[in-house]
Every structure is written in C-alpha cells, then in structure tokens.
C-alpha cells in the first residue's frame, strides 16, 4: 500500500484523466484509507486557484468605490493573506445571482491565472506551500487532477509564452514544495494526440472547442507561433504532452508514464502496481511507447506548426 499523501494524475484532455482520478480514490477507500479528491474546476481546491481574483489594497479601495452599494458583500466573500485580498469570484457569483454581474466581471479583471507571470507564479508556490503545511498534518490521501503539470504549463506557454525552461523551473520548485507529501505522479500518455482531441470534441459541448481554440490560438503562444483552427489546439497539447514527458524524469518525486496501448483493465493493473511500490521506487510503464509517444508528439507539434 502506498505512504503518497498526494497522488497526481495528469494527461492531456481526454487521456482519462477524470475516470482514473475516482478509480485511485476508491482503491483507497478499499484499502482503509481516506482520500480528498480534487478534480478540474474545483472552487475549493486547497493548492491550486480556480476563479479566485486577487487584488492589492489599493485595487480593493479603487473596486468598493466602483461598487458602493456591494463593499459590504465583498467585505464578507473577502481573505486576506500577505496584504492581498482574495474574491473567490465565479463562486460568490453562482451563490449570490442578486449581485450585478459587473461586479464579478470587474473581480474577474484581477484572475490569478491572467495575472502577470512572475506574481502568478509566486501566489501559486505560496499557496502549494500552505496546502503542503496543511496536509502534512491530517491523516487525509489527497488526489489531484490536472493541477501540477497541466495548468501551469497551459497557462504559462499558451497565455505568457514563456520560454519552455522557465516553465520546466516552475515545474521543478512546485515538485520540491511538494516533496515531504511522498508524492506519486501518473502521466496517461496518448499516442495519437490529433485522434484524442477530436474524439473529445466530438464528445464535449461546442463551447468547449470554442474556448480552447479561443485560448490556445490566440493568447500570446499562439500567436507567436501561428496557430489557428482546431489544428493549432492540436499542435499546442502536442507540444505540451512531448514537454511534460521530457521533464518528468527530472523531478524529484515517483512518476509512471502509462500509454494508451492497452485496454483499461491493463492500465488499471499497472497502475495499481505503481502505486502499492514503496515511495521512492519511481517506475515507468511501457517506456520505450512513451518516449515514442514524445518523439511522435513533438513531430506532430512541428508538422502542423509549420503548416
């Protein structure tokens, strides 16, 4: 059984992310453990941000002048931490529909993950900090999708286009935070990225193409390197797959890498397997697929770029 007090689950969209997140949990639950799962979305999540502004004192006056009549409700959704002021903003909005809607648009200006890089950055290591303090004193097995490899990587490539080591940095200083948790990290690599994503469009809502060809085409990467179409959303989660294989063997945690190459009942099985090995025992499953799963991903990624 394993001693991770965190178990991290990341893939790009439609590599199972979800489905496998809630099997690790009830492999717990049958083992006498208690998990916390966190998946995408989660307005609660105790390390990542998901819809939360954050504004300094002066922006907080500047907000309650614009919005007299609502200082009290923003004095009450309020949490102050190192003289910032944090709004959990889509969440007092579903809540609280009395409220104008150009109050929380205007909170909405001040989203943690459209923040400058650098603050963003240093708001998201100090609360991965808290949550790591926090967690090391209950008795609780927290599962985390998505939130240590994808979002910062989307949001630092696609939204500020930074190079692809700063990035990796970032990577590897929330991978020391999280370090005294014994972490355990499962990548659900895709062979096929192109085949993955239209399966998933074809299955989500069109909304959901909508925003991340909005977002992935034209933020500042996508931008710079010509992206367009549903083809450019293609070519991004290539690259990004291909980079978050790369960096995987340089962090200081246990990681599996499982392909696609198999039915669920087998992935399960490696799975399981990875995680019952002592911490510390990294393993990887199927390794040559994965480094074809990079070298393939990176072709694809250059292949539509520079169609």
Not at 206 to 222: I, K, M, N, R, S
Not at 274 to 289: D, E, R, S, T
């Amino acid at each position: 059984m394993t001693d991770a007090k965190l178990i991290l689950i990341e893939g790009i969209p439609g590599s199972g992310k979800t489905s496998v997140a809630c099997f690790v949990c009830d492999w717990l639950e049958s083992h006498g453990r208690q998990p916390r799962l966190f998946l995408e979305g989660d307005w609660q999540h105790p390390a990542d941000f998901e819809s939360v502004a954050c504004l300094d004192d002066v922006e907080y006056a500047a907000l309650c002048a614009q919005f007299p009549a609502q200082a009290g409700f923003l004095a009450q959704h309020a949490r102050q931490e190192n003289g910032e002021w944090f709004f959990s903003y889509r969440q007092m909005q579903h809540e609280n529909g009395e409220q104008p809607d150009a109050l929380f648009e205007s909170l909405a200006r001040f989203e943690i993950y459209h923040l400058p890089a650098e603050k963003h950055q240093w708001l998201l290591l100090q609360n991965w900090h808290k949550f790591v303090a926090d967690a090391l004193e209950q008795d609780f097995v927290y599962v985390f999708e998505c939130c240590f490899l994808q979002n910062p990587a989307t949001t630092l490539f696609a939204y500020h286009n930074l190079p692809a080591e700063a990035v990796r940095q970032h990577i590897l200083a929330l991978a020391d935070i999280v370090r005294p948790l014994a972490p355990k990290l499962v990548y659900l690599a895709r062979q096929d990225v192109g085949a993955t994503l239209e399966a998933v469009r074809r299955e989500r809502p069109p909304e959901w193409a909508d925003f991340v060809t909005w977002y992935l085409t034209g933020q500042d990467y996508g931008k710079a390197h010509n992206l367009s179409g549903f083809d450019g959303v293609v070519a991004f989660y290539a690259m990004r797959q291909a980079f978050e294989l790369d960096v995987l063997p340089a962090l200081p945690l246990s990681s599996a890498v499982i392909a696609d190459d198999g039915d669920w009942a087998t992935r399960h099985e490696a799975l399981l397997s990875f995680l019952g090995n002592p911490v510390g025992k990294a393993i990887h499953i199927a390794k040559g697929m994965a480094t074809e799963i990079s070298e393939h991903a990176i072709f694809e990624a250059r292949r539509l770029n520079d169609a």
